[in-house]
């Protein structure tokens, strides 16, 4: 399905499937999906990754630097090093898509 043109879950949606699984009121929903969301990126901020097993790894990676081009101008310019958040999907979560 690549290239396909499929409506993403926004956040809101993400809240509500996550109170009707857990049967959870909305409220509690978006505080533990918030509080989740806020951990994962406390972590790969501290340059920890987080694993969860079956479901995939979150984890820091890079793009070395290089050097570019400014499009504008036409100047070579040195692009640095950036670090850059990486998902590896599971086991589970794979076959789960298949």
């Known amino acids: 399905m690549c290239g396909a043109s ?7 949606e993400l809240i509500d499937r996550v109170a009707v699984q857990a ?6 929903a978006a505080r ?4 989740t969301l806020e951990a994962i990126e ?8 987080v694993k969860l097993a079956g479901f995939g790894a ?3 990676g890079s793009y070395t630097g290089r050097a570019g081009v400014n499009p504008r101008t036409g100047e070579r ?5 950036t670090a850059v958040p990486r998902f590896r999907a ?9």
Do not use: K, Q
């Open 58 to 60: 979150f984890h820091v």
């Open 32 to 35: 533990a999906v918030d509080a």
């Open 77 to 81: 310019i040195e692009v640095g090093t």
């Open 6 to 12: 499929v409506a993403a879950v926004n956040r809101r």
């Open 23 to 28: 049967g959870l009121p909305r409220a509690d």
């Open 90 to 98: 599971g086991s589970r979560l794979r076959a789960a898509v298949r």
């Open 42 to 49: 406390a972590s790969l901020r501290a340059g920890e990754p």
